[in-house]
């Protein structure tokens, strides 16, 4: 399994629970500072993390995102 977390930044209010709603986020959550917004993911192979940011872009009111890769 890996696991990641990706920042984003969004003006939406209701970002944290839209990320919820994509599939390998098992906990998302508002945050005060440069970013709006954190979703944790799981995957089971590190390919899969592009596919889950890419759907996370997709979603209306996302700005930009930024992905930190677990490192074990």
């Avoid at 990641?4 to 959550?29: E, G, H, N, Q, T």
């Avoid at 390919?47 to 490192?71: C, F, W």
Wanted: hydrophobic residues 50%.
């Amino acid at each position: 399994m890996v696991k990641a977390v990706v920042l984003v930044k969004s003006p939406k209010k209701l970002i944290a629970a839209r990320l919820r709603m994509v599939k390998s986020v098992y906990d998302s959550f508002a945050v005060s500072g440069q970013f709006d917004a954190v979703a944790l993911i799981d995957v089971k192979e590190l390919s899969a993390i592009k596919d889950v940011t890419t759907e996370i872009q997709n979603i209306k009111g996302v700005e930009r995102t930024e992905t930190l890769v677990q490192v074990v």
